[in-house]
């Protein structure tokens, strides 16, 4: 059997090009093409039996690719003087020269890579930059996924259109630069309008984005400040901006929703709740704490079932919440509220097996009932020994003593049921510090 040597390379058929192409790529030209050694690059050229432009990497990167990733754009040039077609060669995932150039944000060489003159010049470019790789994303997606403002930018202006183009995740390059924060790229993209819902019609279903979501997400909110009626725009599932807020966990987000535009308390998302519920079920006090601040009539919105905010914190078990909304007094009222399927707070707890929720609620009533028994049986042996003991002042000594021997034991119980009523509430409060 013949012994093969390492750097011995095999070749096989290019199915693109129908050129013969290299296996392994030769260590000398790979450093060369890393490097941007234009000089060690000819040599390996004029040392190398096999072509250097039609060997590649393991990933299937041509010279080419390696170049244009480390912005080598003298290289680029020359490896473009010798094989113009390498530019639309796709390495192993579908990613053509321009896409490792976009990634890596070099700017000059993604404008050597899309200025190099081509047989249908201006044809050629619109079609690279509408070619998407195995993630369905085009050059201008992956700048924006790698954070490449101007690139993306210079990226934009030479085909609009792309900033439409849904990748895999069924995010438009419209959302992603919302996403990033990049306002001035997003004006541009839209065209100074506030018209900034994008269809992915690449989904299992028809669905909308909204820029303003993606803004919030991506904990960005100088968008919602330069735009103001973005903020009344929903989501593919209906999700209003101030409960993509909550969501996201964009406390700053939240806090300039509520200050500039508290009636985005308001508006059901398309679950059926309402903002106020999703920081509920989130166990967000503070956030619900800030609703109620700003709009204190948010505690009477019911949400998907006819429930309350306090139905949902005992559904998800957010113990923080209960003992919140069941402190002040006008929020314990919810306690006893039941929802269309007839439940109070309570029973959902308990069908559901938060034994946590169940034990807050449970003590908090049976608590409000030791208070009120208390004060109740303390407030009558008080009356009744009191007037045993103005009645007696007026009696002789025997009956003086006779209501001495009544009264004493009810100022007992009094006080003693008046300790227990203390007692409760004081346990109460620690509780609520937890």
């Known amino acids: 059997m013949e012994q093969i040597n390492m750097h011995q390379h095999e070749e096989s058929q290019d199915d693109n090009y129908g050129m013969f192409v290299a296996k392994y790529m030769n260590p000398e030209i790979y450093r060369a093409a890393k490097a941007g050694d234009i000089s060690g690059f000819k040599r390996a050229i004029e040392d190398t039996e096999a072509s250097p432009f039609n060997q590649v990497s393991p990933q299937e990167d041509t010279v080419l690719h390696i ?54 010049g201006e044809e050629w470019r619109v079609s690279a930059l509408k070619e998407v790789n195995k993630n369905e994303e085009t050059a201008l997606h992956v700048a924006l996924k790698n954070h490449h403002e101007k690139v993306a930018e210079f990226l934009f202006e030479l085909c609009p259109c792309a900033s439409s183009y849904p990748n895999k995740e069924g995010k438009s390059p419209l959302y992603m630069a919302a996403e990033a924060g990049f306002l001035d790229l997003v004006k541009l993209m839209t065209a100074e309008t506030v ?15 909204s820029v303003v979501h993606a803004a919030l997400r991506g904990r960005n909110i ?33 806090h300039h929703l ?11 998302d ?28 948010a505690m009477e919105l019911l949400g998907k079932q006819g429930r309350n905010i306090l139905h949902v914190a005992a559904k998800n ?6 003992n919140y909304i069941l402190k002040p007094p006008e929020l314990g009222k919810l306690l006893n509220q039941i929802d269309e399927d007839g439940n109070t707070p309570l029973h959902l707890a308990a069908i559901d097996g938060h034994n946590r929720s169940v034990h807050a609620l449970a003590w908090d ?9 208390s004060n109740t049986i303390a407030l009558y042996n008080s009356t009744i020994a009191a007037v ?8 002789d000594t025997k009956l003086v003593t006779g209501a001495l021997n009544i009264s004493g034991p009810l100022l007992g119980v009094s006080l003693i049921m008046m300790s227990v009523a203390f007692m409760t509430g004081v346990y109460l409060e620690v509780s609520d510090l937890d």
């Not at 018209?195 to 984005?209: L, Y």
């Not at 078990?317 to 209960?322: F, I």
């Not at 009533?365 to 028994?373: D, E, G, N, P, R």
Request: with cysteine.
């Open 222 to 254: 100088a968008i919602l400040k330069k735009e103001p009626k973005l903020t009344c725009l929903k989501d593919e599932d209906g999700t209003t901006a101030l409960s993509c807020a909550i969501l996201a966990g964009n406390l700053e987000g939240v």
């Open 317 to 322: 078990s957010k113990v923080g919440v209960v």
């Open 365 to 373: 009533k049976l608590s409000f009932q030791i208070v009120l028994i």
């Open 67 to 120: 170049a244009a990733y480390s912005g080598h754009v003298l290289l680029v040039g020359l490896i473009l003087t010798h094989r113009i077609d390498l530019s639309s060669k796709k390495n192993s995932n579908g990613n053509l020269p321009i896409h490792a150039a976009a990634s890596s944000g070099h700017l000059s060489t993604v404008k050597s890579l899309l200025g190099f003159q081509q047989r249908d």
């Open 388 to 395: 045993n003991l103005f009645r007696s002042q007026f009696a």
């Open 270 to 297: 398309g679950s059926g709740n309402f903002p106020i519920h999703v920081a509920s079920s989130e166990g967000r006090v503070d956030v619900i704490r800030e609703i109620l601040q700003r709009c204190p009539d």
């Open 258 to 268: 509520l200050e500039k535009f508290s009636v985005t308390s308001y508006p059901r």
């Open 195 to 209: 018209e900034v819902v994008v269809t992915d019609n690449s989904m299992s279903s028809s669905e909308t984005r």
